[in-house]
């Protein structure tokens, strides 16, 4: 793994006693000692400190000084309402392509001056080059560099974090502050991707060990690494890019319309004007061939992404497949997520996938598997 890139808190997974994996360029802990189980149900009932420094942190500033000009701008590529995005607020998008598909998910935030934009780590490079294409006449968008970003989730994230930051009590569900902790400035959002209550706080490398430290000696908090990360989405019913939605997927199919706003619809202020506006728009008003939806396999075995799944136990032609799969600790049971054709995405439905040979029975299921706990 020598050739591989690693974030400020490298030394600290290993003094922990974490697996280090490969992962999107990155050496990253999969998992500590604690195991993925205990790490994931530690999350649902405590607080885990997840290390995401491998995504991208992207600065949108204004050339003119006026960030109304940069959100339009960002509308061609997003389907979604920067232009409306109140100052202190964060936001769910898409970059999309001319087919509809889908290029990168987003959380687009209004910090005042600028946008601050946090996309995937295996993206990253292309969605700085696209932006710096679609945006260059009102924006120079830049990378951020020299600063880490971790993610603290679970019902006990705001006791943890609030003897640090008091502040952070303040704050609801998708908002973004700039706080300070010791004369350092914490760049915090009060998201993440565990279905969760909890922030993702951005702070310089030089100070991401010591606050690290200072929160897992907290009794909450316990370190989470990326294997306890994917089955905690999954039971959430959040995509996971590359695998539950990529370039051949539409928003509208993976169940994220709910992101684009009224104003970008068909009929809206500022309806289309993105690559794939009008499949989408007419994909929102007509419906799709087919969607994504939950899938509760009967037995233990995991299903994982790439399993077929059929009508029944002997028809010849496929109508989906799995895009993300495993256990999930909190409901104790094998979850799945899929697409399927229309016609058999009703929750209760009856399908078969096909694994090693074998034609084992699988229910769909409404999403998510576990009740978000979002604090609105």
């Known amino acids: 793994m020598s050739d591989l890139k690693t974030t400020s808190l490298n030394a600290l997974h290993l003094e922990l006693g974490a697996r280090m994996v490969p992962f999107a360029g990155y050496e990253m802990p999969v998992q500590y000692p604690m195991g993925v189980l205990g790490e994931h149900l530690h999350c649902r009932a405590s607080a885990g400190l997840f290390d995401v420094s491998h995504m991208g942190q992207v600065r949108l500033a204004a050339k003119s000084g006026d960030l109304s000009g940069v959100a339009l701008a960002l509308e061609t590529l997003v389907p979604v309402d920067v232009l409306g995005l109140a100052e202190g607020r964060q ?3 898409f970059f999309t392509n001319k087919d509809g598909g889908i290029l990168d998910d987003l959380m687009i935030a209004n910090r005042g001056d600028h946008l601050l934009l946090v996309v ?3 993206c990253k490079d292309a969605d700085l080059s696209h932006m710096q ?3 260059s006449g009102v924006s120079d968008p830049e990378m ?3 600063r880490s970003l971790l993610a603290l989730q679970g019902p006990k994230s705001e006791t943890a974090l609030a003897r640090l930051v008091p502040d952070v009590a303040g704050m609801r569900f998708m908002d973004v502050r700039t706080l300070d902790w010791q004369g350092v400035d914490l760049w915090i959002s009060r998201s993440g991707y565990t279905g969760e209550d909890g922030f993702e706080v951005s702070v310089p490398d030089t100070d ?4 690290a430290r200072e929160l897992l000696a907290m009794a909450e908090v316990a370190p989470i690494g990326l294997g306890a990360r994917d089955s905690l989405r999954l039971e959430a019913g959040l995509c996971l890019y590359g695998h539950d939605i990529d370039e051949t997927t539409s928003p509208i199919e993976a169940g994220l319309g709910w992101a684009i706003q009224k104003v970008r619809r068909t009929g809206g202020a500022r309806a289309g004007g993105y690559p794939g506006d009008a499949q989408i728009m007419g994909e929102i008003d007509e419906g799709t061939a087919r969607k994504r939806v939950g899938l509760l396999p009967e037995g233990r075995a995991p299903m994982r992404q790439g399993t077929p799944l059929f009508a029944d136990a002997t028809s010849p032609a496929a109508i989906g497949s799995i ?7 909190s409901v104790e049971r094998p979850i799945s997520m899929g697409y399927v054709d229309r ?11 096909e694994l090693r040979g074998k034609r084992l029975p ?4 409404a999403l998510p598997f576990t009740k978000a706990n979002f604090k609105h």
């Open 91 to 93: 936001r769910y998008g």
């Open 120 to 122: 995937n780590a295996g």
């Open 133 to 135: 294409n679609g945006l």
């Open 144 to 146: 951020i560099n020299g």
């Open 208 to 211: 991401a060990e010591t606050l």
């Open 323 to 329: 895009t993300s799969g495993g256990f999930g600790p």
């Open 343 to 353: 016609a058999h995405a009703e929750t209760g439905t009856k399908l078969f996938a």
């Open 362 to 365: 699988v229910t769909v299921a």
